[in-house]
């Protein structure tokens, strides 16, 4: 591999402007599988009178040769568990946005008989959709969900070989390092955190060979960046509600101050000049914290954030107090009042559920009790640890953890309907349930 010559420059070779134009010829195809195939095994023996690959897939090669990846058949790693795969899925920032890829990609990949693929930043397999017959021969390579797809593992792939090269990459037949995938063509487009240029996973179409439209990689690169745009919008949009509740408490406290989202963004402060971000400890909890450039601080928390106060801290606050309101048929709030003043939140249903469970139980619960309470199931633990860390962007500080509760010093006043028939009349949850029979 290491003597691959410089690209070609004939009509024959293969290189990155004449690629689609001989790829989707539709007399050449089968030609051009033939010609790929050449152009891999001359590589592999390293022949350097042969045409060489395209530079991008030259270099996956080499890497799949240093990883050692067997180049005629596959090579399994064991798969995500079912809990490590519900987890990455819930806390991945790609959840958000995969209803936009898969409207934007799915009605395509279904018609040229193709399936769609999200992974995350480390090449595993996050979700899977399209075309049956499609997933079934997906299946026999190993690519199900909670695989590795990495080039380490697979070599040479549009998922891996986009994660390492950071820009939209189509691979087709041959290409692949692995024999055994050159039926199949892909491509695939990384996707990035808008706000800090992070790599998050990628998103893929894959199918076979013969299958593949030269727009494709079009496609599921305007995708891409369609979905960056809504993460950027959905951060701006959060920003802004928490500037919007934050604005009352920064008025009224004397001194520096800030008020930034769970990941340290600014979205206001008082007394200092704003900062981008702010870096925040790996799990922030209320309290004097240290925090880089600003050394001692304060965090409290607030609806969706932090606030900060920098300088030493003073004297411990007195206790917060939590009310939470059931007492309505349309809806539940919360309401937190603590040394930076009151806000409220409304609650979702399930959330209203969680929280007046953990009100009518102070002692606290495990995530097995609460699933036991909520669903009466007391294995879908994966699903109350979910929606107990949304539940904590908007009260940080006031929920505590080992047990599930509400955090020490916290006074919590229940406000119930005037008849218990009528506690959260649309909730199923065998807890809630019980409390309406008294």
């Known amino acids: 591999m290491g003597r691959l010559k410089p690209q070609c420059a004939t009509e024959s070779s293969v290189n990155d402007t004449s690629f689609d134009s001989i790829i989707w010829s539709a007399q050449e195809v089968r030609e051009t599988a033939r010609r790929l195939a050449s152009v891999r095994e001359a590589a592999l023996c390293g022949d350097p009178s042969h045409d060489a690959p395209r530079p991008i897939i030259g270099e996956s090669w080499r890497r799949a040769l240093g990883s050692g990846v067997d180049p005629d058949r596959d090579r399994r790693q064991p798969q995500l568990t079912d809990a490590e795969l519900a987890h990455r899925r819930q806390t991945s920032p790609l959840a958000a946005v995969l209803p936009t890829l898969t409207e934007g990609l799915l009605p395509a990949a279904d018609a040229a008989q193709q399936i769609m693929v999200v992974t995350d930043a480390e090449g595993r397999v996050l979700?899977?959709?399209?075309?049956?017959?499609?997933?079934?021969?997906?299946?026999?390579?190993?690519?199900?969900?909670?695989?590795?797809?990495?080039e380490e593992i697979v070599g040479t792939n549009a998922i891996g070989t986009a994660l390492v090269a950071r820009r939209p990459v189509l691979v087709h037949s041959a290409e692949h390092f692995v024999r055994t995938h050159h039926p199949w063509t892909c491509a695939a487009a990384p996707l990035h955190d808008p706000r800090d240029g992070r790599l998050l996973g990628t998103v893929d179409v894959s199918g076979p060979a013969r299958t593949f439209h030269p727009t494709t990689l079009p496609l599921v690169s305007a995708v891409a960046r369609l979905a960056e745009g809504e993460l950027r919008t959905r951060h701006h949009t959060s920003l802004e509600r928490?500037?919007?509740?934050?604005?009352?408490?920064?008025?009224?406290?004397?001194?520096?101050?800030?008020a930034v989202d769970p990941h340290g963004w600014t979205a206001g402060v008082t007394g200092m000049s704003p900062p981008d971000r702010v870096v925040l400890p790996k799990a922030p909890e209320a309290g004097p914290r240290w925090l880089p450039r600003y050394g001692m601080c304060t965090l409290e928390p607030l609806p969706g954030g932090w606030l900060i106060r920098v300088g030493r801290p003073e004297p411990a606050p007195a206790p917060g107090r939590v009310l939470l309101d059931v007492s309505g048929r349309d809806g539940a709030t919360v309401t937190v009042t603590g040394p930076a003043g009151s806000w409220s939140h409304e609650l979702t249903p399930r959330h209203a559920e969680l929280l007046f469970v953990l009100a009518a139980h102070p002692e606290g619960r495990s995530a097995a009790e609460l699933a036991q309470d909520l669903f009466g199931d007391g294995g879908r633990t994966v699903t109350v640890r979910a929606e107990l860390s949304r539940l904590r962007r908007h009260l940080a500080g006031v929920l505590a953890h080992r047990p599930y509760r509400f955090a020490d010093g916290v006074d919590v006043a229940l406000l119930l309907p005037p008849r218990p028939?009528?506690?959260?009349?649309?909730?199923?949850?065998?807890?809630?349930?019980?409390?309406?029979?008294?």
Request: with cysteine; proline share 7%.
């Open 127 to 150: 979700w899977r959709e399209g075309c049956a017959p499609v997933r079934r021969m997906a299946d026999r390579h190993g690519f199900d969900h909670g695989a590795d797809w990495t």
């Open 242 to 258: 928490l500037r919007s509740s934050a604005a009352p408490v920064l008025a009224r406290i004397g001194g520096r101050a800030l």
């Open 421 to 438: 028939c009528d506690l959260l009349p649309q909730s199923s949850a065998p807890a809630v349930a019980a409390a309406r029979r008294g």
